[in-house]
């Protein structure tokens, strides 16, 4: 079992629609989590990050978090062209030797967002 | 305020030749990455150096060193490139416990 995983897509919305995307986790320490958004070709970009249960909205994105269930989601409102790349879900496990932040990423989701 | 700086952005290596990809940040964090990304494999960490005068390795530490040379620059050589080696690799860092942040990356290509 991968200790990250997102359904790699490509999940296609028509423009205006909620894009909903998902990511599961292992390990059960783990204590924050974080939403990066891709372009081809370009640096992960940091969109949201949330660390207890529930929901958190920022924009037209809200983060969902279930730690019971290892599950956490990004819900994008209105869809838009320029929202189509790749989302990145990353899980921080704690902190590694000396107090740096073990993020384990998954492969991502590729969101298309159609015209 | 740049945020992480990475040069270069792009290099092409013999196999066998050595390299030095830098990375810089001006917000103040003590913590910063090294990352390797390949298609299907997600991002993986090189080595890390969670604060000044101190690194580790981390997933894919292999054929790699660095210097965290102080608190905005840390560095990733690589000593004798090999073909495995070919990437996109970017640099991070963070304030423990919060929001990583990443450069723009290398694209480095090793024939």
């Not at chain 1, 320490?29 to 990066?36: C, G, I, K, R």
């Amino acid at each position: 079992q991968k200790e990250v995983e997102q359904n790699s897509g490509p999940l296609s919305v028509p423009e205006g629609a909620i894009a909903s995307l998902n990511c599961t986790y292992s390990d059960r320490v783990s204590q924050s989590f974080f939403w990066y958004r891709q372009y081809s070709g370009k640096s992960p970009e940091l969109i949201m990050s949330i660390y207890s249960n529930g929901d958190k909205e920022d924009g037209r994105f809200t983060a969902q978090l279930n730690k019971a269930s290892q599950y956490v989601s990004l819900l994008i409102r209105d869809s838009q062209p320029s929202d189509s790349a790749t989302y990145l879900c990353a899980v921080n496990r704690g902190g590694l030797t000396g107090g740096g932040n073990k993020l384990t990423f998954g492969t991502g989701t590729q969101l298309k967002v159609e015209l | 305020n740049a945020g992480v700086t990475q040069t270069p952005k792009f290099q092409v290596l013999k196999t066998g030749q050595s390299m030095t990809l830098q990375c810089a940040q001006d917000m103040n964090h003590n913590s910063m990455y090294w990352y390797r990304q390949d298609p299907g494999m997600g991002l993986r960490l090189i080595y890390y150096s969670a604060s000044e005068g101190t690194t580790d390795k981390g997933e894919v530490p292999n054929g790699y060193n660095v210097s965290r040379l102080n608190k905005r620059e840390f560095s990733l050589r690589l000593e004798s490139a090999a073909p495995s080696q070919t990437s996109v690799y970017f640099c991070a860092s963070d304030r423990a416990g919060y929001e990583q942040y990443f450069g723009p990356g290398t694209r480095l290509t090793v024939t």
